[in-house]
């Protein structure tokens, strides 16, 4: 084993500080170029598009603020704006009832769930907004929603029923859509996605997301499918590792009787199941 000297080794040593040095130069970095981006503090772990949800009920706040506070037309909030105390939200919050059209409830005002969602987004919404904190209130802010204001008749709990899907409903649409006569013309097609997404909803809990996502993620991404013609009609699922996505594959054929083929097992290959088969 070669046994290096102190010498040697203090001189490799400069030789990297040196490359280092030289490289920083290349790059041109310069210790004082993000010094004030650098002292800023982040403002919560929220996802861009969560923030963004959040700053939009801010500018509720400065309709209210030009509606009721006399401020001048459009007036907006900005950095350092200071923090309403509890007096001016509960003030902001009876507004935003008031002028808020419900859906569900009789008198046609805004639900406590509604209202309360609406003011878990205002509080993180202001401070990415002026950078002051709402920090004292929100709690009694939150109980004047859920408790108060319910017991004075000014929102009411009701929610939405949930309809369970059962399988005499999921038998009556497929049988509808498979042999009762149409209103409407349906091509072939739509009659297979209408299959395969009802399938695809009941075996993931209705997070269709899950294998579908949305419009704005659906770049490499999810389920996607493309026809290719064939002598049969057939669905086959296909994993692609070059682009790490599920592709769903479907053949069919203009002159097949779709009594004769269908959607075959178009699930099995991500639950390892048969989920069901039409011949």
């Given amino acids: 084993m070669i046994i290096r000297s102190a010498s040697w080794k203090a001189s ?25 981006e650098n ?33 001048p037309k459009g007036y907006k ?10 007096q001016e939200l509960k003030a ?13 409830s009789l008198d046609r005002r805004p639900t406590m769930n509604t209202v309360l969602v609406r003011a878990q987004g205002f509080i993180p919404g202001f401070f990415l907004e002026t950078g002051n904190k709402i920090p004292q209130e929100v709690k009694d802010l939150y109980h004047w929603i859920e408790y108060e204001l319910v017991e004075r008749h000014v929102l009411s709990t009701i ?42 909803s009941l075996c993931t809990g209705a997070r269709v997301s899950s294998l579908a996502p949305a419009l704005e993620n659906q770049r ?19 994993y692609d590792n070059t682009q790490k996505h599920i592709q769903l594959v479907l053949f069919r054929a203009d002159d097949a009787p779709w009594s004769d083929g269908g959607l075959i097992n178009i699930l099995s290959r991500i639950t390892e199941t048969p989920i069901i088969q039409y011949k």
């Fill in 92 to 104: 902001f919050f009876c507004w935003l009832i008031e002028s808020t059209k419900g859906k569900i």
């Fill in 12 to 36: 490799q040593a400069e030789k990297k500080r040196q490359a280092r040095r030289a490289l920083c130069q290349e790059r041109g970095y310069n210790i004082g170029t993000h010094l004030k």
């Fill in 159 to 200: 929610t939405k029923p949930k309809y369970n899907f059962k399988l005499s409903n999921y038998e009556r649409a497929i049988i509808t859509l498979w042999a009762s006569n149409d209103f409407f013309f349906i091509y072939k097609r739509r009659r297979d996605q209408f299959h395969f997404l009802t399938l695809l």
């Fill in 39 to 71: 002292a800023e503090r982040n403002r919560g772990r929220a996802s861009p598009k969560i923030k963004e949800y959040y700053k939009k009920r801010v500018h509720k706040y400065e309709e209210f603020l030009i509606e009721e506070r006399k401020m």
């Fill in 77 to 86: 909030i900005g950095e350092g704006h200071p923090a309403p105390i509890l």
């Fill in 220 to 238: 490499g991404r999810g389920l996607c499918y493309k026809e290719k013609p064939c002598i049969l009609p057939i669905l086959e699922i296909v």
